[in-house]
C-alpha cells in the first residue's frame, strides 16, 4: 500500500516510517520541517534500506496536498503533523488552531477532491482532561483544559462528523499516552529543538550534561510518591500501533472509532528519575518545584479496546524505553 504520513520526519513518523517500509509498503512523507530535519531521511533510508518520497510543504496547503495525493497513488493517510507543546498552545493558541484545526480541514478536503478515505489520526491522551475514574477507557467523558488538547478535540469531532456524513470514510483516532525511547539504531528519537517541554528528553539532557538539573513540577500529589503518574510507552510500540490500526481500518464496518495507545501501566515523575539514572549510571541532579498549571495528578490507560479491535498491544519495558532513549542522546553525532 502507499501511505502518505504527514509530520513523517517527526519523532513519531520517523518510527513509522521505518515500519512500514520494513512491512513492504511504500512511504511519501509530507512535512513542512518545522519541527524536524532533513536528514531524518537519510537515517530512515539507513535504517529500512529504501528511501521514503518526501514533499517540503505545509499541511494548510490544501492543493499541493491534493497533488501529491492523486500523484502518488496514496491509498491511506497517516495524518501526524502538528503542533504538541501545551506550554506554547496556551501563549499562541492561534498557532494551534492554525496548524492543527485549519490543518486537518485542509487535509480532509484534498482527501475528499482525490478520493482518499482511509486516515489514521494522531490524537492524544490530553482529551480526556482531568481523569474521573482510572484507567482510562475510550468511553471516558472527553474535555479539554489547554488550547492544544482544545485542538485534538475539535480534530476527532471534526472526524466524527466526516464519518456520520459519508460511510465511505474509514478513520481511526489513536490517542497515544506518554511515548518515549528510541529506535534501537540510535539514530531516530525524539529530539526537540531547544529546551525541552517533556519529562523523559529533559531528563536526557541533564544526564548528558546539557542541562543543568530537572525541575520537577510538584511532589504533592495524591500519587505513591506525590509526584505525577503518566503512562509511559515506546515509541516503537506506539508505531506498531499504527500498522495494527491500518489492517483494522481495511477491515472494518464503522467509519470513525478511537483507540487508547498505552501500556495500561503509570509511573511516577521519581520512578523514571530513577529508571533513568539506572540505566545511564548518571546521578541526575534535580529540585522540587511547583506543580505545572494544567497537570493532572494520574492518567493511564485501559489497553482492552485496542487488544480486542486492533490485536495489538505495547510490548516494551520501561527499561528498553530507557535505554533506548539513553542509546539515541549518547549517539547524536549527525
Ligand atoms: P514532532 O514535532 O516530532 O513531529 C511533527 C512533525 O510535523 C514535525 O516533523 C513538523 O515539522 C511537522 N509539522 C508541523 N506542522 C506542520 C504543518 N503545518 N505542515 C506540515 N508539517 C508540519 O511531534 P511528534 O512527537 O512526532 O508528534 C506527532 C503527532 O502526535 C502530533 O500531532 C502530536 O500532537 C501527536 N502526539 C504526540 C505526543 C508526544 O508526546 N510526542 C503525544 C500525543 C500526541
Ligand atoms: N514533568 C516534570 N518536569 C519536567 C517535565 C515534566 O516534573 O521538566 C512531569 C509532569 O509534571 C508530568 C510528567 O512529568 O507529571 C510527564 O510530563 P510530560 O510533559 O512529559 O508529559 P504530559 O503527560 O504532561 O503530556
Known sequence: MRILLTGGAGYIGS?????????????????????????????????????????DADVNDSDVLEGVLRNQNIESVIHLAGLKAVGESVSYPLEYFKNNVSGIISLLGAMNRANVKS?????????????????LDEEHPTCAVNPYGRTKLHCEEILSDIANSDS?????????????????????????????NNLAPYLMRVAAGTLDHVV?????????????????????????????????????????NVFNLGTGYGHSVFQMLAAFEN??????PYIVGPRRPGDVASCFASTEKATEFLGWAAKKTLKDMCLSAWNFQKNRSF
Request: hydrophobic share 35%; net charge negative.
Open 168 to 196: 465511505s470514510w474509514r478513520i481511526s483516532s489513536l490517542r497515544y499516552f506518554n511515548p518515549v525511547g528510541a529506535h534501537d539504531s540510535g539514530l531516530l528519537g525524539d529530539n526537540p529543538s531547544g529546551k525541552p
Open 119 to 135: 486516515l489514521i489520526f494522531s490524537s492524544s491522551a490530553t482529551v480526556y482532561g482531568n481523569p474521573s475514574y482510572l484507567p
Open 216 to 256: 520537577i513540577f510538584g511532589d504533592d500529589y495524591e500519587t505513591l510518591d506525590g509526584t505525577g503518574v503518566r503512562d509511559y510507552i515506546h515509541v516503537v510500540d506506539v508505531a506498531e500501533g499504527h500498522c495494527a490500526a491500518l489492517t483494522e481500518l481495511g477491515d472494518r464496518e464503522l467509519p470513525f
Open 279 to 284: 540505566v545511564s549510571t548518571i546521578k541526575i
Open 15 to 55: 518510527h513509522i516510517a521505518v515500519l512500514l517500509l520494513g512491512l513492504g509498503h511504500e512511504v511519501t512523507i509530507y512535512d513542512n520541517l518545522s519541527n524536524s530535519d532533513r536528514s531524518v531521511l537519510g537515517r530512515i533510508s539507513k535504517i529500512a534500506g529504501k528511501t521514503p518520497d518526501f514533499f
